[in-house]
């Protein structure tokens, strides 16, 4: 075989190995799963209890299909449409649905104690400034942290800790270990995954202080929901009894015309053998009948619903 023949060879063989590796890095990367979400499906049923609501009606029967996993009251959003308008239900208080928006936009979860808060930090050349507690935008002499693409800084006079592969919900006082007041360097929040070209939070809590306030924190993903980059979500919650403005400001929170009642005393978790029950909340949402269309999210992916409309 001649050197010319041979070399013909070696090109067309080095041509076949990058197009079957890139042809299995595109496959990777346009196939793509987000680890966030849950596979259980939602059974609805309208409701049939004695349970005594007042004058409020009760609405619908919630439950999960067999081989389902407990699922966190605070990652959870619930929504009712009814007649063309939605309707978050939770044990109390949800987001303000006329709330302005914004380059923060956070949705209090279905616990009424922790916000999912999606940050838009698009713009590489400026930051993106957040109040934690006020789960509002700050600016730069007033902020808990900022952002811009991947990078992400703690305002001065923030200590902070991480605690490694820790579950938001355990995380619930103070830690004991001593806190970082260094906030010049940007957070390692996150690795990338070079198999699917993805940014990927690290396993674990952030805690924050400031001015004796307390707040937990853990991100949960670099993309919104059109799967567009450089907006990260986290939720947030305060920590050891902390103050938490954001939950007193009207603008932000106001009474969730939907509750949820459950028998169960776990106040963290909707246990997978767990029926919850939706009623109105001093809101006239279906007087006689009415058509209810069922949608919920959990850690800001859609779960399944096994009846998403139904009649009452």
């Known amino acids: 075989m001649n050197r010319k023949r041979l070399a013909t060879i070696v ?20 196939t793509y799963e987000s680890s966030l979400g849950t ?38 959003e619930i929504e009712l449409e009814i007649a063309g308008s939605s309707h978050t239900c939770s044990f109390g208080v949800q987001s303000n649905p006329d709330i302005s ?17 999606e940050v838009d930090a698009t713009d590489d050349e400026e930051f993106t400034y957040l109040d934690v507690g006020g789960q509002i935008e700050g600016n730069d002499s007033n902020y808990w942290m900022k952002f811009s693409s991947t990078d992400i800084f703690l305002g001065q006079g923030v200590t902070w800790s991480f605690i490694e592969d820790a579950e938001f919900s355990d995380v619930v006082e103070n830690p004991d270990a001593e806190l970082s007041n260094n906030t010049d360097a940007r957070l390692e929040w996150y690795t990338y995954d070079m198999s699917v070209h993805r940014v990927v939070p690290n396993d674990g809590v952030y805690v924050l202080q400031k001015d004796d306030k307390w ?38 929170v106001i009474p969730s ?4 009642f459950t028998d169960d005393t776990d106040t963290d978790y909707w246990n997978a053998n767990e029926t919850i029950i939706l009623a109105e909340n001093g809101a006239d949402l279906c007087s006689q009948s009415c058509t209810i269309k069922v949608y919920i999210k959990y850690e800001t992916a859609s779960v399944d619903v096994s009846k998403s409309e139904i009649e009452i």
């Open 215 to 252: 707040f937990k924190i853990s991100f949960l993903t670099y993309y919104n929901s059109d799967d567009d980059s450089r907006y990260p979500t986290m939720k947030v919650a305060a920590l050891n009894g902390t103050y938490f403005p954001a939950l007193a400001n009207p603008d932000l």
């Open 257 to 260: 015309p939907c509750m949820i």
């Open 101 to 117: 928006s914004s380059l923060i936009n956070s949705n209090l979860g279905s616990d009424g104690l922790t916000f999912t808060t």
């Open 11 to 30: 090109v067309c063989v080095s041509l076949i190995i990058l197009l079957v590796v890139g042809a299995v890095w595109t496959y990777l990367v346009t």
């Open 39 to 76: 596979s259980n499906t939602v059974s609805v049923a309208v409701s049939n209890s004695t349970l005594d609501s007042g004058d409020d009606n009760l609405l619908l029967e919630l439950s999960f299909e067999e081989g389902a996993e407990d699922l966190l009251w605070s990652s959870l």
